[in-house]
């Protein structure tokens, strides 16, 4: 029986961990001392999947959307659903997953980390023979898939700059994802960048 690697996630696990009691400790420069109650994100996102385990020859680079989620509980400290999907010719990656995240806030920017927990999804697409157009009863043409679902985890972290105090650009977002399907676990890395929406604000307003 051959053991998977734990050497890369074991790095990955060190890192968020650092990165979480760093930014915990660092002092608060200039940080903000109003944030929003509830961030909507939503962009592109770029994966590169590691489809060697269900038996392609390579990686497999995908592309699609991230969308986000998230509950400001203090003014650091708070929670994230975190929804993607990633395609290619042949392969569709999903992600449903939610955990804590820690956010370093300036006056017009922010540094965020989190720790990721949930279900991946992976769907090979299995084309049909092409229909016969000469016989009585043509094959209609179609997709058939395999399907696998199973646990999930991942980590990371990203930099947001504002545009406005209800707007925000994710300047990037990058991503470690294991997700454990097809009887294997697959390694993986995403990046996004897109708008995040704010709705309610918590902590203190400066008096004018």
Known sequence: MTLAPEGPVRRISALVIFCFLFLGLVPSFCSAQVASRWDVFGGFSARRFDSTTIGY???SYLYGWNAQGA???TLKFGAVLDLSGNYGSKLDVYNFMIG????????KSRFFV???FGKGQVRVNIPNAPPNLGGNN???????YFESVGKA???????????????????FQADFLRNDTFGANQDDFRVSGGLVFHFGHIGHRPKL
């Open 57 to 59: 020859k390579d990686y």
């Open 100 to 107: 804590p995240q820690y956010s370093w806030r300036r006056d």
């Open 138 to 144: 043509p094959q209609q043409p179609g997709r058939s």
């Open 114 to 116: 989190h720790g990721l």
């Open 71 to 73: 509950i400001n509980i």
């Open 153 to 171: 985890f991942g980590g990371g972290g990203g930099f947001d700059v504002d545009l406005s105090p209800r707007i925000t650009v994710r300047v």
